[in-house]
């Protein structure tokens, strides 16, 4: 959002600000942005109506219940958010005549991969309500688009880092233990062999921006948002601790239920379709983000 603010464009967001983590932490990346308030509404996607979006040409659908392990225990609330908030929220983009949606959807819908890179065209499997979740939401987009006009791109996140990060992902705690003056402690589910390809945040960014006006060939089209090359946790905690040029503390935990072995993605058709590649590779991305959490401050979200 603070990407297209400074494009210039008219943007209207909305959060549900749920507590899937502190409300202070949503609050201050915003005004560390220096986004105005007035144009936030914090609200539930499913009560906007065909009014609040009249004259909308693209919709970014980023609202989600987020969470590979935790899907497992709340399963109703992974419904009602990435399931039901979506079907509402497509209802009113018809009805308001919404040109284009661009939904964040997740490589958690590929499961353990048949073949790396993967392509869009691979058989989905999601392994955990997450991933479930994520692909029906996919489907129900899909089914809306077919009765209207609208058009559609699916976006399949690759793990996205940066600054900012949500305070529950790998980086973003490993970045934590390492600076934590109280020698707190990491814990690695598996043998940390597990692989991911890593997208930083400010070529998600881009692809996004490009999501909004590219010309599509096909009404409907799905894209991975990756192929920065995936890398071991082994790995990530070495780039952490050298970034930090701290230590980190392991405490090594059973492989987590609904964890895949690996995830990297084909971004031939990213190429071909928004002209984007990643550009920022594990290890500067990693540093960026290392220096937005000692500086506890704005960082520049697009690059």
């Known amino acids: 959002m603070y990407a297209l603010l400074q494009d210039g464009v008219d943007v209207r967001g909305v959060d549900a600000f749920t507590d899937y983590y502190a409300h202070s932490s949503k609050l201050k990346n915003l005004e560390l942005s220096g986004l105005a308030a007035d144009r936030f509404r914090r609200s539930l996607v499913s009560e906007l109506t065909a009014s609040d979006l009249e004259g909308v040409d693209v919709v970014f659908h980023l609202a989600a219940q987020p969470g590979v392990r935790d899907s497992w225990g709340h399963f109703g609330t992974y419904l009602r958010h990435n399931l039901e908030e979506t079907n509402a929220l497509a209802i009113a983009a018809r009805a308001a005549g919404v040109k284009r949606i661009v939904f964040a959807s997740s490589s958690s819908v590929y499961g353990d991969a048949a073949s790396y890179p993967t392509s869009e065209a691979s058989q989905t499997m999601p392994r955990s309500p997450y991933g479930v979740t994520k692909l029906a939401a996919e489907s129900l987009l899909r089914a809306h688009a077919n009765i209207s006009d609208y058009e559609l791109i699916l976006m399949r996140f690759f793990t996205v880092y940066g600054p900012g990060q949500r305070p529950d992902m790998a980086i973003q705690r490993l970045i934590e233990c390492a600076l934590d003056t109280s020698d707190r402690e990491f814990h690695l589910f598996g043998d940390g062999h597990q692989r991911r390809d890593f997208t930083y945040v400010g ?38 601790e050298v970034a930090t040029q701290s230590k980190i503390r392991l405490v090594h935990e059973p492989v987590q239920v609904g964890d895949v072995v690996r995830t990297g993605a084909d971004p031939a058709r990213a190429r071909d379709l928004l002209g984007w590649s990643t550009a920022v590779q594990a290890t500067e991305g990693v540093q960026r983000q290392v220096d937005y959490v000692r500086r506890g401050g704005m960082a520049e979200w697009s690059g």
């Open 203 to 240: 070529d998600l960014v881009r692809a996004l921006r490009a999501s909004a006006v590219v010309p599509m060939p096909e009404r409907i089209s799905t894209v991975n948002v990756g192929g920065a090359g995936d890398i071991s946790m082994l790995e990530l905690i070495d780039m952490v």
